[in-house]
């Protein structure tokens, strides 16, 4: 019987990888070709044999890199192909990047976590979902109270039309009152909170795009759920194609980090790219997050802790490395006011604000408009009132040139004294400067 089972194993070792793509046991000689391949990570000092012997748990758990949830519970028994899993590649940030830091807060999740129907549109424009996994369990709300708190109107559970008309039942606002704090582990519960992340410091402001991407494997041809959150806009994309988007400040603004969606995406076995962008609107906490599941809609249900769930890829692993950004960042002046503005002798008030950004005042700004006359007061201080999520330089240009810049580090007024440039044309620039 020995001699049997040791000539199944060496026939074993002579399949192709065609083969092993179903379920079968695979062994070391193979495990050692798909290493040299890089399809496994093979761990630090450790030495896979020449042999045809099948690999087991404990040899599989000690050589290479796996999701190793998908591995036998059993020590000793050896694992089918599909459940030597690789663990996900991240993929490198382009010219743009920020060091990446855990990103949660309070309301993350308050409404916990909702398992949507096939066939839902990717604006979510259209959809069936119904919620799962409980009002209670911490794997997917912060809290209960703070459930309570941020979900006091339950999500609608079917949409054919405008998802602003759903959005506009959940209260607590996405407002500059809220603040946040970068820490090792978070103090709440839920999904977004377990593995978002954002720039460390928080400072790219409202208007680029933060990212993370990477390679996973999918086990074999199912259909898998993809858990998706963020504050406040996302797109999430799988090899490329545009899957889910809540892409319009307009229309979209809580309901993407008050829910986690789990959305069903089918994919074929092998590898497959994932990609979320995310972009936060409102100064104050933002985040991006998103998990693979391997289970079935009971099992994600039932779960209560992340060891009941078989996760292939997880945000929370970009933690400590980098998120990506769209491209640099460009301060954004949101309010801009001049005050005591008073020529002197007979002259016409110029004081214009040239396209911060698109933003611009339109015309002259002067008190009363634009004036004519003789005036005994002198131009005295004038006050800049400045929204900004960056660090800059407020450039105040006298007659096109610039006679002083003053250093912008939050939103705050600004006081220039223009007493020295009667009847001369002013203009007020911004510019993003290194912290």
Request: charged residues 15%; negative net charge; glycine residues 8%.
């Amino acid at each position: 019987m020995k001699r049997i089972l040791s000539l199944i194993l060496l026939i074993s070792g002579a399949f192709t990888s065609a083969t092993y793509a179903q379920d079968h046991l695979v062994t070391h000689r193979f495990i050692r070709d798909k290493v040299t391949e890089g399809y496994f990570q093979q761990k630090a000092g450790t030495t896979i044999p020449l042999d045809d012997y099948c690999i087991n748990a404990t040899e599989a758990k000690t050589w290479l890199h796996l999701v190793e949830n998908m591995l036998p519970a059993e020590p000793t028994r050896m694992p089918w192909w599909s459940e030597l899993v690789p663990v996900p590649k991240v993929t490198p940030c382009g010219a743009y990047f920020d060091p990446a830091c855990q990103a949660d807060y309070e309301s993350y999740g308050a409404c916990g976590a909702w398992l949507y129907q096939p066939g839902f549109n990717v604006n979510f424009s259209s959809f069936n979902r119904a919620r799962i996994g409980g009002t209670t369990n911490l794997l997917w709300i912060p809290s209960t109270a703070l459930a309570a708190q941020y979900c006091s109107t339950p999500p609608v559970t079917q949409q054919s039309g405008l998802m602003m008309q759903s959005m506009a039942q959940l209260p607590a606002g996405d407002t500059v009152l809220k603040s946040q704090t970068f820490g090792a582990t978070s103090i709440w519960g839920g999904a977004l909170n377990r593995c978002g992340v954002w720039a460390c410091d928080n400072t790219v402001g409202t208007a680029v795009w933060m990212s993370v991407s990477g390679v996973f494997t999918a086990p074999s041809a199912k259909t898998y759920y993809i858990g998706v959150g963020a504050d406040n806009l996302f797109e999430l994309y799988i090899d490329g194609i545009l899957i889910a988007a809540m892409n319009d400040p307009v229309v979209a603004s809580e309901e993407s980090f008050l829910l986690w969606h789990i959305l069903p995406v089918s994919l074929t076995a092998g590898s497959h790219t994932i990609e979320l962008k995310a972009r936060n609107t409102q100064p104050g906490p933002a985040s991006l997050g998103c998990e693979v599941y391997s289970n079935t809609p009971v099992e994600i249900g039932n779960a209560t802790s992340v060891d009941d769930l078989n996760i292939l890829f997880t945000s929370q692993a970009y933690r400590g490395q980098s998120i990506c950004r769209s491209g640099p960042i460009t301060p954004v002046i949101r309010s801009v006011k001049a005050t005591n503005l008073m020529p002197a002798f007979t002259a016409t008030c110029f004081t214009s604000i040239p396209n911060f950004n698109n933003f611009s005042l339109g015309g002259f700004l002067c008190p009363g408009g634009t004036q004519t006359g003789t005036y005994t007061n002198p131009v005295s201080y004038t006050t800049i009132s400045i929204s900004c999520d960056w660090p800059a330089y407020l450039h105040v240009l006298v007659n096109n040139e610039i006679v002083e810049s003053i250093m912008v580090d939050d939103t705050g007024d600004y006081y220039v004294d223009l007493s020295a440039y009667p009847q001369s044309h002013y203009e007020f620039r911004l510019e993003p400067r290194q912290s």
